[in-house]
């Protein structure tokens, strides 16, 4: 596909990485979402799914028409463990300029597509690798899940109550956040240098290593003896009564965040409590403005005090379900959601001003691109035997 050209033939952009290659051997979790986010920019995505296999989160049978992970993405059918399925994703590699992978280490090596096969046909590649522990180090061989690596990290002891075991935030810090995004800025920083040297690299993307760098702060405030290193007795983990999740008279909740002076002054007058709230500046008020925001809170409906606090710098917002966040009037003023194939999804983000972006096509089915990336990636029928060792062939 030639830059500057969408799938669709219309010829506008399709987004900032438009003509930018990227071969995704299909898997779980952060390496899909990586490559959904690099189609979202407007990469020509190409998966390798293989025959008969479509796991889900949790290793069931899912849906792919299901799976928005697969979206603005194209799929090609390979059994990578067959030498013929091998050669041609060697074939798709040689002529993209990203490849991502999410197999244990040496798994990759084994089925003959690793890092050194890899460039040696295309020393342009930028090679992404994106698992839980990392290439090396003593866990690298071991099985994981996102639970563990924000556990290992001290990422997942930061989060929930005092007094009760650490909150799990679903897998979004782990899989997506300290992984599938830290590759994805990985593998641009790195296709930004292969485009200026020519030489590609391989790009090692821990989950454990980008929960640990999310903490980066933390770490300098517990240093500088500005953070407790223990639960919901800090500022931003909910041991402030102005930085707290509360609850409703209809057991919804409110987000409340005043934590500024002016901001928290806004916040007790529109609560009506400004006259009897203790000095907010001694550590020694914190219960008791607790109780006294929460007994005041729980008086009215959530919707009710969202509607109180709108238009206002009081930094309250009501906790909205996934289905309510998508219709939230703000979100769809900004189209933040937007609708595809009939399915209310999260529009591409960030925003471009020159080269906007989109969802373009829908999530693939396997092995539905099977004719249009041969075609449009110029990978022949007769594949070539491998080069011999220490040659190389330029990408096409």
């Not at 506008?12 to 899909?32: K, Q, T, Y």
């Not at 059918?77 to 244990?104: C, H, I, K, P």
């Not at 799990?168 to 641009?188: E, F, H, K, R, W």
């Not at 485009?195 to 989950?207: E, K, L």
Request: charged share 20%; with cysteine.
């Amino acid at each position: 596909m030639a830059a500057g050209t969408r799938e669709d033939g219309r010829g506008a952009p399709a987004g900032p990485l438009d003509g930018v290659r990227v071969l995704e051997l299909g898997g779980i979790g952060p390496g899909p979402f990586a490559g959904m986010l690099l189609g979202d920019l407007g990469a020509d995505v190409v998966r390798v799914d293989r025959p008969g296999r479509g796991p889900g989160p949790d290793g069931t049978a899912l849906d792919p028409r299901a799976d928005l992970t697969r979206r603005n993405k194209r799929s090609v059918l390979l059994d990578l463990g067959t030498a013929g399925g091998a050669r041609t994703a060697l074939a798709l590699a040689s002529r993209a300029d990203v490849l991502v992978e999410g197999f244990r280490p040496g798994v990759a090596e084994r089925l003959g597509i690793g890092p050194a096969a890899c460039h040696a046909r295309n020393p342009r590649l930028v090679y992404g690798r994106m698992t839980g522990w990392g290439q090396d180090g003593p866990l690298a061989p071991r099985a994981g899940h996102d639970i563990g690596y924000l556990a290992l990290s001290g990422t997942l002891g930061m989060i929930g109550p005092a007094d009760g075991p650490p909150a799990v935030p679903a897998n979004l810090l782990g899989d997506y956040a300290g992984g599938a995004l830290y590759l994805v800025t990985g593998v641009l920083a790195a296709l930004h240098h292969a485009r200026a040297t020519g030489r590609g690299q391989v790009v090692d993307a821990a989950i454990v290593d980008g929960a640990a760098h999310l903490g980066t702060l933390f770490h300098g405030l517990l240093a500088a003896g500005a953070w407790q290193d223990r639960r919901a007795v800090n500022a931003l983990d909910g041991g402030s009564p102005f930085y707290a999740v509360y609850t409703a008279s209809d057991g919804g909740h409110l987000a409340v965040g005043p934590l500024e002076p002016r901001f928290r002054a806004a916040f007790l007058d529109l609560l009506g409590i400004a006259d009897d709230a203790p000095d907010p500046d001694d550590p020694a008020n914190a219960p008791a403005l607790r109780a006294l925001i929460a007994a005041r809170l729980a008086t009215r409906e959530r919707d009710a005090w969202a509607t109180h606090f709108a238009g206002t710098d009081a930094c309250v917002v009501p906790v909205l379900s996934l289905r309510e966040a998508a219709r939230h009037p703000h979100l769809t003023a900004r189209g933040t959601f937007t609708d595809h194939g009939g399915v209310r999804q999260p529009a591409p983000a960030p925003r471009f001003s020159a080269t906007p972006t989109a969802v373009r096509r829908g999530p693939a089915l396997p092995g539905d691109g099977a004719a249009s990336v041969a075609r449009d990636w110029d990978v022949p029928d007769d594949l070539p035997d491998d080069p011999a060792p220490g040659t190389a062939t330029d990408a096409a």
